[in-house]
């Protein structure tokens, strides 16, 4: 299987632009996550969902939307980008159960001019 | 509210030398405790994980961590470092009595360098 796939893998947004960054699983995971990672802050947790149908915010939701509508897909949407808004943002899934570690995608590299 | 240091930013070693990179961390219940690697322009990678039990973990590329509950800390080592150690290293923290998100805490990373 394919495990976490995003997509695209890298994206140039001008300020106040809108756009999904698109993020899949195919191991039937219940969890999804979002983070994003920015130099000497690690990752932060933008928004997850435990469950189609369900999502929730994170530390630094603000400025981004999610929706889970199927177990295998979770978007994440920029509603009107801003330059602090430039990262690298990583997709994550696992299987519910505090244990059990999260699989990561190969993220999206995305710069707002 | 659960928190993860890691006080290291980079770690130098010799290829071949012991390599241990830190982590402490605070949470209110007893925590599950992560280690995960990032190469260059990948994603992360799970290496290995403390939930209970034996105090020593062993994980993945030969890497294990020891669990100390009494220092809070879960330092990760591996007895002989390779230059293909060298990468961006995370620990996280999941508190267990942290409510019903049991969202995972990374810490700011280690970034290990491996001279050959």
């Known amino acids: 299987n394919a495990g976490v796939t995003q997509t695209p893998k890298f994206q140039v947004l001008k300020t106040g632009q809108s756009m999904t960054l698109q993020c899949a699983q195919d191991?039937?995971?219940?969890?999804m996550s979002w983070y994003r990672q920015d130099p000497g802050m690690g990752l932060r947790l933008i928004h997850y969902?435990?469950?189609?149908?369900?999502?929730d915010q994170g530390e630094v939701p603000n400025g981004y939307n999610v929706s889970r509508s199927t177990t295998e897909d979770f978007p994440l949407r920029l509603l009107s980008a801003a330059p602090s808004q430039t990262s690298v943002y990583f997709c994550?899934?696992?299987?519910?159960?505090?244990?059990?570690?999260?699989?990561f995608g190969p993220g999206t590299r995305l710069t707002v001019l | 509210a659960q928190s993860v240091a890691q006080p290291e930013d980079q770690v130098n070693v010799a290829e071949g030398n012991p390599l241990t990179v830190k982590c402490t961390y605070s949470v209110s219940g007893n925590p599950y405790l992560f280690w995960y690697v990032q190469y260059p322009n990948r994603g992360l990678q799970f290496l290995l994980k403390?939930?209970?039990?034996?105090?020593l973990v062993k994980g993945s590329y030969g890497f294990e961590a020891e669990f100390n509950k009494s220092q809070t800390s879960f330092h990760l080592k591996k007895p002989s470092a390779l230059v293909s150690d060298s990468a961006l290293y995370f620990c996280?923290?999941?508190?267990?009595?942290?409510?019903?998100?049991?969202?995972?805490?990374f810490g700011t990373g280690t970034l290990l360098a491996v001279q050959p």
């Open positions: 996280a923290v999941r508190d267990p009595d942290g409510g019903a998100t049991n969202k995972l805490i």
């Open positions: 191991m039937n995971h219940e969890y």
């Open positions: 969902s435990v469950g189609a149908g369900i999502t």
């Open positions: 403390y939930i209970t039990g034996d105090n």
């Open positions: 994550a899934s696992r299987h519910p159960g505090q244990g059990n570690e999260q699989f």
